[in-house]
């Protein structure tokens, strides 16, 4: 049992930042890899960032230098600070969280970011 909340959507104007986090609770298993993926109305769910638990990171080509994902093992919580953002990642962020010993991947909720003046 695994649940994933989402926090620190909104709406930002273009350049502007955000720090979205994501709260794991239940039964976490310490070696996992979580991450963030979004979804515009109408297209698919595409990777933005993904963290495992020993630190190792990977970004899409489109954040790459904007974004920094990160986590906090002992609280069970992985953060994506979000810079210099654009109307195009515009999206719903949804948090992710999988690994071998899981069955299957969990997700959030997810959280809108919408960037516009």
């Known amino acids: 049992q695994v649940q994933l909340v989402e926090s620190g959507g909104g709406l930002v104007q273009p350049g502007g930042s955000l720090r979205l986090s994501c709260a794991a609770s239940g039964s976490i298993i310490s070696l996992n890899y979580m991450g963030w993926y979004r979804q515009a109305p109408g297209k698919q769910r595409d990777l933005v960032a993904r963290i495992t638990s020993g630190g190792i990171t990977n970004y899409a080509d489109s954040v790459k230098g904007r974004f920094t994902i990160s986590r906090d093992n002992a609280k069970n919580t992985v953060y994506l600070q979000m810079n210099s953002l654009k109307p195009e990642d515009t999206a719903v962020y949804y948090c992710?969280?999988?690994?071998?010993?899981?069955?299957?991947?969990?997700w959030g909720q997810g959280t809108q970011v919408t960037v516009s003046s």
């Open positions: 992710n969280l999988g690994g071998p010993w899981y069955s299957r991947d969990y």
